[in-house]
């Protein structure tokens, strides 16, 4: 599969029933740019609410994987998000005019054709691919549910189910996937199942309005199940009787199975779904033993927390050789201060919201005498005052004329020291706005990262002032750039 990210071609649009209102519902899967991942927006919604697909925003898993964000919700996600994630597409805003992705036949093979017709195109950006380098497992006993994660020799991404529901009908069964292009001929076409008696539940309890015996595998385990007891579960569902019989492997004589193991190869499809909700293509063998949609969404939440602690595993990376945005002698013309309270010596960029500075630590500081002799520790106060000069360049690269200007400190918050700087360290300064500017007031995060690490972090709030008597500065020749910029 390409290393690139992909998205569709051109939209497409599948219409259905929703599985538990028996709605009409249309789905329209768009192109989407390179990092949007999957977002579902409901158009029949005021303000059309987009909900992001994302283990994190799972509110339900009872027959089926639902996400709600801010009251918005939609359900039987996992059909759709397998066919795209099998196939290789990575970006997708898929809309919807009610609240649930058409059952269609039950399997996730309408939407592979779908996609198909629409088409898929590379993209520039590189797929962001999480690679499993250590072993991740999950476990619940109340369901019996176990997941592991496990690196694979050649990177690709492979699954192998278990499932066991203790029925003389269903028994145990397996099935695998050793690489996503087995997807559309192997497991899309495989169907939901039920057994009979669920359906009778899931009907009182006024579900599966949407649910026919052409959308599902209805099996029967219970012996001497009568013509008349079919009939009367026919009635509940609102569907006209149909002269049904069980045979002998306990499936009802709608349909045939497509494999001996389709409902193991439908559980297989699901995890493939609801792993989508991850947010990142997996390198790594999943192996899962009686898997439902719980632990499901349970085991990406825990490849989500894996990938947040390798991502603060690797801290802050930068590339300390581009050009910088100013040079000490443009932060001169910018900041009052001099020798030996002059302590950021780089700007490397600025956005919107964020500024990126950078202070060389060398044995030449005056403090290092005093702090402390024989163990020079750069004082935490000192690295304060150096984030908010980085804070103040931000702030007065706001104005026209900086160097009439001065910012006042008016508070500072949260300040956390993680690990010593010492001589010879370059941190890196990283702070955003945490509000936006308003009469000359700044609130930044901040946070100090020395060799990609945290070092020190703090929130800072200044006052900009314009001065009474403005006198021109040493090193002011010329003055410092006026607008904001971003070395890309």
């Keep these: 599969m390409s290393d690139k990210q992909r998205t569709l071609k051109q939209t497409v649009s599948i219409t259905g029933v929703g599985l538990h209102t028996g709605e009409p519902v249309t789905l329209t899967l768009n192109p989407a740019p390179e990092g949007h991942g999957y977002k579902f ?3 029949d919604l005021d303000g059309a609410p987009v909900i992001e697909a994302d283990a994190d925003l799972v509110v339900s898993t009872d027959r089926g994987t639902t996400l709600g964000k801010n009251g918005a919700k939609v359900n039987t996600t996992e059909h759709v998000l397998a066919a795209l994630y099998a196939l290789g597409v990575d970006n997708c805003l898929l809309q919807l005019t009610g609240p649930e992705v058409p059952i269609m036949d039950g399997s996730a093979l309408p939407f592979v054709l779908a996609i198909e017709e629409a088409g898929i195109v590379e993209q520039k950006a590189d797929k962001d691919w ?22 694979t020799p050649g990177g690709e991404f492979r699954l192998t189910v278990m499932v066991d529901y203790n029925s003389p009908v269903l028994g145990t069964q397996h099935a695998s996937m050793y690489h996503t292009g087995e997807f559309k001929t192997e497991i899309a ?3 939901t199942f039920v057994f ?9 309890a006024g579900l599966i309005k949407g649910g026919d015996l052409d959308n599902a595998i209805v099996m029967e385990d219970r012996e001497g199940t009568s013509k008349e007891q079919l009939q009367a579960l026919a009635k509940l569902l609102g569907k006209e009787y149909r002269d ?15 494999f001996f193991n389709e409902p193991a190869r439908h559980k297989l499809m699901d995890i493939v779904g609801d792993l989508a909700l991850v947010g990142r293509p997996i390198k790594g063998h999943i192996l899962a033993a009686r898997p439902g949609h719980f632990g499901n969404t349970s085991f990406a939440k825990r490849i989500k927390e894996a990938m947040r602690q390798e991502k603060k595993a690797a801290g802050f990376q930068y590339d300390l050789s ?25 700007i490397m960029e600025i956005t919107d919201d964020t500024i990126i500075g950078v202070k060389n630590v060398t044995m030449n500081e005056p403090f290092f005498q005093g702090h402390f002799p024989g163990n020079p520790v750069m004082p935490g106060v000192i690295q304060i005052e150096a984030m908010a000069q980085v804070g103040g360049v931000f702030a007065l690269s706001q ?8 910012t006042y400190f008016l508070k500072i918050d949260g300040v956390r020291f993680k690990r010593k700087v010492i001589p010879g360290d370059t941190v890196v300064f990283r702070l955003q706005l945490i509000t936006p500017i308003r009469r000359g007031i700044v609130h930044m995060k901040g946070v100090a990262y020395v060799n990609g690490q945290p070092a020190m972090e703090a929130e800072l709030m200044a006052q900009i002032a314009r001065d009474k008597a403005p006198e021109p500065r040493t090193n002011a020749d010329t003055p410092a750039p006026k607008t904001s910029a971003v070395n890309a």
Excluded: S
């Excluded at 009979?196 to 009182?204: C, F, G, I, V, Y």
């Excluded at 100013?326 to 002059?342: G, S, T, W």
């Excluded at 104005?399 to 001065?406: K, N, Q, R």
């Design 41 to 43: 927006q409901r158009m």
């Design 130 to 151: 999480y690679v499993l380098k250590e072993p991740i497992w999950f476990e619940t006993q109340e369901r019996g549910t176990e997941m592991l994660g496990v690196p």
């Design 189 to 191: 076409p495989c169907r």
């Design 196 to 204: 009979l008696r669920e359906l009778e539940q899931l009907a009182r």
């Design 244 to 258: 049904v019989e069980i045979r002998r492997n306990g499936v009802l004589n709608t349909t045939d199975l497509k």
């Design 322 to 346: 581009r050009e910088p945005l100013y040079d000490i002698n443009a932060i001169a013309r910018m900041l009052p201060h001099r020798y030996p309270f002059l302590l950021i010596d780089k």
């Design 399 to 406: 104005v026209p004329d900086p160097e009439h200007y001065t």
